[in-house]
C-alpha cells in the first residue's frame, strides 16, 4: 500500500453546496491508483464537505432552507458566539450537523460514486471564504 496526500484549495462564488467533484477526480487520476480509499477533510470549521445529489438543483435548495431552520442566522439575541457576524455560529452549527470529512472507496481508477452523487464544498459563511480540503488516498 501506498499513501498519497494533498490540499486543493477552492474560493466558493457564494454560500451554498458547490461541486468538487470534477477537482477530486483530476487530482485522484494524477496519482494513477486503480483500488484504495480517498479520504477528505475540509479544514474549516464554517464549511463542510458532503455527498449529495448532483442531478436535481431543488435538493441543494432544499438543503439549504432545511439548514437556515435548523441553524438561522442571528447574534446575540440567538448565540453567545457572534464575534465574526450573524452567520458565525451558524457556520458551526451547519459544520457539525453535516461533517468535515468523508471516504470514497477507488475502484478501477475512478471515484465510486453512485449514479446521482456528487462531492460537494458547503459554505456557510457569508460572505464566502477561500476553503481548503485534504486529500490523503490509500491505494495499491
Not at 501506498?2 to 474560493?11: D, K, N, S
Not at 484504495?36 to 436535481?56: K, Y
Not at 431552520?69 to 459544520?95: F, K, S
Amino acid at each position: 500500500m501506498r499513501q498519497v496526500t494533498g490540499i486543493l484549495a477552492f474560493e466558493p462564488p457564494a454560500p451554498g453546496l458547490h461541486l468538487i467533484t470534477d477537482e477530486i477526480a483530476a487530482w485522484l487520476a494524477a496519482q494513477g491508483a486503480e483500488t484504495g480509499l480517498l479520504t477528505l477533510f475540509c479544514q474549516h470549521s464554517s464549511a463542510s464537505i458532503a455527498i449529495q445529489e448532483n442531478c436535481d438543483p431543488d435538493v441543494m435548495r432544499d438543503l439549504e432552507d432545511a439548514f437556515a431552520r435548523m441553524a438561522p442566522q442571528g447574534g446575540a439575541e440567538l448565540y453567545r458566539h457572534h464575534a465574526e457576524g450573524p452567520d458565525d455560529m451558524p457556520g458551526h452549527i451547519r459544520t457539525v450537523l453535516s461533517g468535515v470529512n468523508i471516504a470514497v472507496p477507488v475502484i478501477g481508477g475512478r471515484l465510486a460514486l453512485g449514479r446521482w452523487q456528487g462531492i460537494f464544498l458547503w459554505e456557510h459563511r457569508t460572505p464566502a471564504r477561500r476553503r481548503s480540503v485534504a486529500l490523503h488516498l490509500l491505494a495499491d
